[in-house]
T-cell receptor, first 114, second 115 residues
């Protein structure tokens, strides 16, 4: 069974640009969550999508957005990039959205903003 | 929301010794506590988890204990091996909703096992 797949693995952008990251969950999983990982702030929750609906949102500015498609694949978009957006962006999938569902992480997309 | 504190931030152990990482949480309603291991260049991988209806869980060299009264849980690795070297994260769910999407993570512990 294939794991969580994130593309691309690496990205280099400049300030002011926008970027779109992709996540394909484990087959059969309907929940996708996104996290930002930085050395200073650790792992921080961005948002969760379940059945194409945003279920939860972390404390990030509106420049960070996401969506989920009918096949459960998810994308996140960051507009007007800032230097501080440089981070490893992780996607995690789970079968459902609730207290009994284990999250499985992808390898992440490393974004560098110059 | 949930706050999860993790100690120590770094841990160096000799191969064969034990390693212990401790986490505390703030939301007394939290009922699920996973531990993740992150190796260089990879995403976090679940290594063990515990639910609030048990006090201890073991899986070969790894064990997790939970003290609900004190609101802390610990990861124990026995007979450490070089391949145990990684960053370990504890987590607990924020229970503002029923969603498991919002895991609050500890800051991580860099474990280095020296031969």
């Amino acid at each position: 069974k294939a794991g969580v797949t994130q593309t691309p693995r690496y990205l280099i952008k400049t300030r002011g640009q926008q970027v779109t990251l992709s996540c394909s969950p484990i087959s059969g999983h309907r929940s996708v969550s996104w996290y930002q990982q930085t050395p200073g702030q650790g792992l921080q929750f961005l948002f969760e999508y379940f059945s194409e609906t945003q279920r939860n949102k972390g404390n990030f500015p509106g420049r960070f957005s996401g969506r989920q498609f009918s096949n459960s694949r998810s994308e996140m978009n960051v507009s007007t990039l800032e230097l501080g957006d440089s981070a490893l962006y992780l996607c995690a999938s789970s079968w459902g959205s609730g207290s009994k569902n284990i999250q499985y992480f992808g390898a992440g997309t490393r974004l560098s903003v110059l | 929301g949930e706050n999860v504190e993790q100690h120590p931030s770094t841990l160096s152990v000799q191969e064969g010794d034990s390693a212990v990482i401790k986490c505390t949480y703030s939301d007394s309603a939290s009922n699920y506590f996973p531990w993740y291991k992150q190796e260089l260049g990879k995403g976090p991988q679940l290594i063990i988890d515990i639910r609030s209806n048990v006090g201890e869980k073991k899986d070969q060299r790894i064990a997790v204990t939970l003290n609900k009264t004190a609101k802390h849980f610990s990861l124990h690795i026995t007979e450490t091996q070089p391949e145990d070297s990684a960053v370990y994260f504890c987590a607990a769910p924020a229970l503002t909703t029923d969603s498991w999407g919002k895991l609050q993570f500890g800051a991580g512990t860099q474990v280095v096992v020296t031969p």
